[in-house]
């Protein structure tokens, strides 16, 4: 079962993401925008998201297998943002069939195969690589929805604060707020998977799968700005869960559950 952590409600924080230092030395942390995630807004909603095979007759069909993910995550997130009175557009999703030499402007990293481009609100993914190839798990739509999470952030406002806080932050910080950032949009990504699970025929052998590649994801030999897979799981599940963005507040929550 996931640890029951007390959370601020969001409604009652205002500022930036701010680190305040306390007359004891002790840091204390804001959620990044006023209640990103309105309670009117309710739940992502439940969305039909009937997957297409990954391989079909002995022929690779990524890119048609993320379109139609796409496609279910345009609807599902249209509808929740107009709850919560922001304005929405899709993001530009670009598929390679190889990793293109460059990635939101920067030499492609070796080791990421999908990712999120804020200043153009593009989703970037590789047609090819561990990720993607042959699999028949959920992983690649978790990736997905990881990576379309980011957008959202960027609709709701949490990605604006987010820049501003990492940009006068120490180094130490910066990591600390990439990864509650990150582990925002795994809970996210386990926001959608909540809601399309009925459409998806899974069973729950698939999401025992899911979770064991998630946690094979954590950053613990990394440079520490996505979390350990014992973070990645438990956020990934709380979302799953509650299937409400409004769960998703890894902002205020204790250090030690956005290791």
């Known amino acids: 079962m996931l640890p029951v952590v007390a959370f601020?409600?969001?409604?009652?924080?205002?500022?930036?993401v701010v680190a305040v230092t306390l007359s004891c030395?002790?840091?204390?942390?804001?959620?990044?925008?006023?209640?990103?995630?309105?309670?009117?807004?309710?739940?992502?909603?439940a969305v039909s998201c009937p997957e297409t095979p990954?391989?079909?007759?002995?022929?690779?069909?990524?890119?048609q297998y993320l379109q139609a993910v796409m496609k279910c995550l345009d609807k599902s997130w249209k509808a929740y943002v107009a709850r919560a009175g922001r304005d929405f557009t899709k993001p530009v999703a670009h598929y390679y069939d190889e990793p293109a030499e460059t990635m939101c402007g920067l030499p492609w990293p070796g080791h990421v195969e999908a990712a999120y481009c804020p200043g153009n609100a593009t989703i970037v993914f590789s047609l090819t690589g561990r990720w993607i190839d042959d699999r028949?798990?959920?992983?690649?739509?978790?990736?997905?929805?990881?990576e379309y999470a980011h957008h959202a952030q960027s609709l709701l406002g949490v990605r604006r604060a987010y820049d501003k806080a990492y940009k006068r932050a120490a180094d130490d910080r910066k990591r600390e707020l990439q990864?509650?950032?990150?582990?925002?949009?795994?809970?996210?990504?386990g926001v959608f998977l909540g809601s399309a699970w009925r459409s998806l025929t899974r069973t729950p052998e698939d999401w025992a799968e899911l979770l064991v590649a998630t946690r094979a994801s954590g950053d613990e030999d990394g440079p520490r700005t996505h979390g350990t897979g014992a973070s990645r799981v438990a956020?990934?599940?709380?979302?799953?869960?509650?299937?409400?963005?409004?769960?998703?507040?890894?902002?205020?929550?204790?250090?030690?559950?956005?290791?």
Not at 245 to 250: G, L, N, R, S, V
């Open 136 to 146: 028949t798990d959920l992983y690649p739509m978790k990736v997905a929805a990881h």
């Open 54 to 63: 990954i391989v079909q007759g002995g022929i690779p069909r990524p890119r």
């Open 8 to 16: 601020a409600p969001l409604s009652r924080v205002l500022a930036l």
């Open 25 to 45: 030395g002790q840091i204390a942390h804001a959620a990044p925008v006023a209640d990103p995630f309105p309670e009117k807004a309710g739940k992502l909603g």
């Open 235 to 259: 956020w990934l599940q709380r979302g799953y869960r509650a299937q409400s963005p409004a769960a998703c507040d890894t902002w205020s929550a204790p250090a030690s559950k956005v290791s």
């Open 179 to 189: 990864r509650r950032y990150e582990l925002q949009a795994d809970c996210l990504s």
